[in-house]
């Protein structure tokens, strides 16, 4: 079989709201775009999108396939595949899963991250109906009612603190974590706020008419809540990245590569955007990192162009 292989100007990896965003700004700006879209955005389980102006509790289904409906109309063309390697020469070389190679001069890659749930039966089960994890995302949704926060190991006192914005029913579940652990001013402040410690370990999730009912404890305890939020580890997806040896800086939430504002890596030529770039990204912000990077890039391929005219 002879490998189809393809030349672009910009090859955009990953097809949520930063790579979308992105591709919609080079496609006006008339770059001969691809968008490789593996089609595994982070905001799956949710049934909307919340605090996004304009747009605030639209399905992100839908969102996306706006998108794609818009970049279409400027020519951009999408692929559904994995991008599974890339090397750096003159330009960037994509290995496509499906045996396809494509070939381009700039490089974005939007490949955001994957959330790693707590090991907690009944967890992933409800992920993003009543098991929860961001508050700006979901807290105007389940505001005033009884809250359940389930201590990860990356800042569980803040997340109690920051739900309890939404409700003044909030139970901190410390799991794993002992008591002692905590420091004075942190349980200074959880009590402040009106936060419930509960220490020992959670068995699993209690249910009625598939709806949440309370949090189970390893002794046998049930402590009734309706919505339980937990802090998944964030798993960013940086093996293309890596393979082109951008440097990356290691975070309480995972390591992330170096940009600068525009979102450009270490990697000449090479662009990132979204979660691809830190755990905290919501769907606007992704949106608008993708278009300073869109944006970005289509001056400096014009500015290479005029300066090799020049030498000509």
């Not at 359940?148 to 309890?164: I, K, N, W, Y």
């Not at 959880?190 to 390893?218: F, I, M, Q, S, Y």
């Amino acid at each position: 079989m002879t490998e189809k292989t393809d030349q672009y100007e910009v090859v955009v990896v990953g097809g949520g709201a930063a790579g979308l965003s992105a591709a919609l700004v080079l496609g006006r700006a008339r770059r001969r775009t691809l968008v490789v879209d593996a089609g595994e955005p982070r905001n799956a389980p949710a049934a909307h999108m919340q605090g996004y102006l304009s747009r605030d509790g639209m399905p992100p289904a839908e969102f996306l396939a706006v998108g794609r409906e818009e970049i279409a109309r400027y020519g951009v063309e999408l692929v559904r595949d994995e991008a599974v390697d890339v090397t750096a020469g003159d330009g960037f070389a994509v290995a496509l899963a499906g045996g396809r190679t494509v070939r381009a001069r700039r490089l974005v890659v939007t490949t955001g991250l994957a959330d790693e749930l707590p090991d907690v039966p009944g967890v992933a089960e409800r992920f993003g109906r009543d098991v929860l994890h961001c508050p700006y995302c979901h807290g105007w949704e389940v505001r005033d009612q009884a809250f359940g926060v389930l201590a990860g190991s990356v800042m569980p006192v803040h997340q109690a603190l920051m739900v309890s914005q939404w409700s003044t029913d909030v139970t901190l579940f410390l799991h794993r974590i002992a008591e002692e652990e905590l420091a004075d001013d942190e349980l200074r402040r959880l009590a402040a706020a009106g936060v419930k410690v509960v220490p020992g370990e959670v068995a699993g999730l209690e249910t009625t008419d598939d709806r949440l009912t309370g949090v189970r404890l390893a002794d046998g305890t049930v402590h009734e809540r309706s919505v339980l939020f937990v802090a998944p580890r964030a798993v960013p997806r940086t093996g293309l990245l890596e393979r082109l040896g951008a440097e990356l800086t290691e975070t309480p939430f995972g390591a992330y590569p170096v940009v600068d504002p525009t979102g450009k890596t270490t990697v000449p030529g090479v662009w990132a955007a979204g979660n691809a770039t830190g755990f905290a990204e919501q769907v606007v912000n992704a949106a608008s990192g993708g278009y300073r990077a869109g944006a970005t890039i289509n001056g400096e391929l014009l500015m290479s162009d005029l300066d090799a005219a020049l030498e000509v």
